[in-house]
């Protein structure tokens, strides 16, 4: 591994000048990830496809993330971290534009592909230089500076994107991340002091090979789960076995070979091992009630988009409310820290579970600002947390597999909420039609059905149409109890942490 460049020793305004950069830099990455999902069916009529051809454009994106994340620390170790960052930035951005200038749906999945594995280092490797920055006493600062990118890029994409698909086309909102993508190349190139990297250490084939296929596999599953009907589809079933299998060999390669691909030495760290349980769990939470509730708003409780669009951004400022309440946070025992984070997130979960198909926008709004103020609060105590053993030789090795089970437990929690949404919704849905019946003595009485009616087919219909609301409201309150306790679970594993070396 080559060392990290001597940053500390420049003078603090070039420091400042540095994190500007990396900050820009990965805040464009970060608000690739759910754009495409604000434009699927924009894109979709443009180039006819169907539902399930347009989602590869997302598929394949997460896919080539997940993939070329792990391999940050090789790639430092082959080039030298300022050619890494300047590299994957340039192409990230040269392959943002070609995404808006696809003229075919093969097109905008290569260029996505292409995106996605340009893009991949740039988050770990900005969170490294961050680190290594300013000094270690500093780390809460600087991270709750560049944690802003992880929780705000998200949501500054759809957002954004969502506007200016609908005042122009979907194309524009890549367009919009070109110029400053540009800006943040040059800012890395000049602001970043050339680094020299270790002698050419050759790529383990095997380990890397392996834990790709073992990746890729899993990312299909957790794509693809709910439109295959999960394990009654042979597809789903063989990928699961390729992605057990690789993941297996990688481990076993990597517990006996003499440079594997990833260093599981890391792993003895126990605040390490503990961080990377943890994000996976901050991971799950982060996203999903915001994937979540824009359907729920929209599809039955008939919210306008410019409503869900005021949601999402008061998530936003929670956000960064979150993060400025840890410059006084950051100076107690990051256990601490986090308790607060994920105690935040658990009663906000709670409060998830008691809303109803008539909630108002300032139940809504108040509740969005609460879960961004959770993982707000939670981003540096758990940076500060998981990487205070470790050597800054070691950050962007280490930084690579922190994003990477990031960015897998998100992939994971949603696709299990959506599938408990559909399951509960289907099952709730069978039962109380049941009920519904000229038999049902109940039904004969005024106060009970209120203005419903079942003797005319429209009455029916319409009953119909609410009873399907009410179940699917049923499966958003059972997923978001799964990620009110996902939080719990969270608040009890931070515990086991030592107490970080300052």
């Given at each position: 591994?080559?060392?990290?460049?001597?940053?500390?020793?420049?003078?603090?305004?070039?420091?400042?000048?540095?994190?500007?950069?990396?900050?820009?830099?990965?805040?464009?990455?970060?608000?690739?990830?759910?754009?495409?999902?604000?434009?699927?069916?924009?894109?979709?009529?443009?180039?006819?496809?169907?539902?399930?051809?347009?989602?590869?454009?997302?598929?394949?994106?997460?896919?080539?993330?997940?993939?070329?994340?792990?391999?940050?620390?090789?790639?430092?170790?082959?080039?030298?971290?300022?050619?890494?960052?300047?590299?994957?930035?340039?192409?990230?951005?040269?392959?943002?534009?070609?995404?808006?200038?696809?003229?075919?749906?093969?097109?905008?999945?290569?260029?996505?592909?292409?995106?996605?594995?340009?893009?991949?280092?740039?988050?770990?490797?900005?969170?490294?230089?961050?680190?290594?920055?300013?000094?270690?006493?500093?780390?809460?600062?600087?991270?709750?500076?560049?944690?802003?990118?992880?929780?705000?890029?998200?949501?500054?994409?759809?957002?954004?994107?969502?506007?200016?698909?609908?005042?122009?086309?979907?194309?524009?909102?890549?367009?919009?991340?070109?110029?400053?993508?540009?800006?943040?190349?040059?800012?890395?190139?000049?602001?970043?002091?050339?680094?020299?990297?270790?002698?050419?250490?050759?790529?383990?084939?095997?380990?890397?090979?392996?834990?790709?296929?073992?990746?890729?596999?899993?990312?299909?599953?957790?794509?693809?789960?709910?439109?295959?009907?999960?394990?009654?589809?042979?597809?789903?079933?063989?990928?699961?076995?390729?992605?057990?299998?690789?993941?297996?060999?990688?481990?076993?390669?990597?517990?006996?070979?003499?440079?594997?691909?990833?260093?599981?030495?890391?792993?003895?760290?126990?605040?390490?091992?503990?961080?990377?349980?943890?994000?996976?769990?901050?991971?799950?939470?982060?996203?999903?009630?915001?994937?979540?509730?824009?359907?729920?708003?929209?599809?039955?409780?008939?919210?306008?988009?410019?409503?869900?669009?005021?949601?999402?951004?008061?998530?936003?400022?929670?956000?960064?409310?979150?993060?400025?309440?840890?410059?006084?946070?950051?100076?107690?025992?990051?256990?601490?820290?986090?308790?607060?984070?994920?105690?935040?997130?658990?009663?906000?979960?709670?409060?998830?579970?008691?809303?109803?198909?008539?909630?108002?926008?300032?139940?809504?709004?108040?509740?969005?600002?609460?879960?961004?103020?959770?993982?707000?609060?939670?981003?540096v105590p758990l940076t500060v947390m998981t990487f205070s053993g470790l050597e800054n030789r070691q950050l962007a090795e280490a930084m690579?597999?922190?994003?990477?089970?990031?960015?897998?437990?998100?992939?994971?929690?949603?696709?299990?909420?959506?599938?408990?949404?559909?399951?509960?919704?289907?099952?709730?849905?069978?039962?109380?039609?049941?009920?519904?019946?000229?038999?049902?003595?109940?039904?004969?009485?005024?106060?009970?059905?209120?203005?419903?009616?079942?003797?005319?087919?429209?009455?029916?219909?319409?009953?119909?149409?609410?009873?399907?609301?009410?179940?699917?409201?049923?499966?958003?309150?059972?997923?978001?109890?799964?990620?009110?306790?996902?939080?719990?679970?969270?608040?009890?594993?931070?515990?086991?942490?030592?107490?970080?070396?300052?």
């Open positions: 591994m080559a060392d990290p460049p001597a940053i500390l020793d420049l003078p603090l305004p070039r420091r400042i000048l540095i994190m500007a950069a990396v900050v820009l830099a990965s805040t464009l990455y970060a608000t690739t990830l759910l754009v495409a999902s604000t434009l699927l069916p924009q894109m979709q009529g443009s180039f006819a496809a169907t539902a399930d051809e347009i989602a590869w454009t997302t598929t394949f994106n997460i896919l080539a993330t997940a993939i070329v994340t792990p391999m940050t620390g090789f790639l430092v170790a082959r080039y030298g971290r300022r050619q890494v960052m300047v590299g994957s930035v340039s192409i990230f951005t040269l392959a943002t534009y070609l995404c808006g200038q696809a003229e075919s749906l093969e097109a905008i999945v290569a260029w996505r592909i292409l995106q996605g594995g340009a893009g991949a280092p740039v988050v770990p490797l900005a969170n490294a230089t961050v680190l290594d920055s300013f000094p270690r006493n500093r780390a809460g600062l600087v991270s709750s500076i560049f944690g802003m990118t992880v929780v705000l890029g998200p949501v500054i994409g759809p957002a954004l994107g969502g506007v200016l698909a609908e005042m122009y086309n979907w194309r524009w909102a890549f367009y919009m991340i070109v110029p400053a993508g540009v800006i943040a190349a040059l800012g890395l190139r000049f602001a970043l002091p050339p680094d020299r990297p270790a002698a050419r250490t050759p790529l383990d084939w095997l380990g890397f090979l392996s834990l790709s296929i073992s990746i890729a596999s899993l990312q299909l599953v957790l794509s693809r789960g709910q439109r295959q009907d999960w394990y009654e589809s042979l597809e789903i079933i063989i990928e699961t076995g390729v992605a057990g299998l690789a993941f297996w060999i990688f481990l076993a390669h990597s517990l006996t070979a003499a440079r594997p691909f990833l260093d599981l030495r890391l792993l003895l760290d126990r605040n390490y091992a503990l961080g990377l349980a943890l994000v996976f769990l901050y991971g799950m939470v982060n996203f999903t009630p915001t994937v979540l509730l824009p359907s729920l708003l929209q599809q039955h409780a008939g919210y306008p988009d410019s409503i869900i669009g005021l949601i999402t951004g008061y998530r936003g400022i929670g956000g960064t409310i979150g993060f400025g309440m840890t410059l006084l946070i950051g100076r107690w025992d990051p256990r601490i820290g986090m308790s607060i984070g994920f105690g935040i997130l658990v009663a906000q979960g709670l409060w998830l579970t008691q809303l109803d198909l008539n909630t108002g926008v300032d139940v809504l709004l108040a509740n969005a600002l609460m879960q961004g103020v959770g993982v707000g609060v939670v981003w690579s597999l922190f994003h990477l089970l990031r960015n897998i437990g998100s992939s994971l929690f949603i696709s299990l909420s959506v599938s408990e949404i559909l399951r509960s919704g289907t099952v709730n849905y069978s039962r109380m039609t049941e009920m519904i019946s000229p038999y049902n003595e109940a039904l004969s009485l005024p106060w009970v059905m209120g203005g419903w009616t079942m003797e005319t087919q429209a009455g029916l219909a319409r009953l119909g149409r609410e009873i399907e609301r009410q179940a699917a409201m049923i499966g958003y309150v059972n997923a978001f109890g799964m990620y009110t306790a996902a939080c719990g679970v969270a608040i009890l594993l931070g515990l086991l942490g030592r107490k970080a070396r300052r």
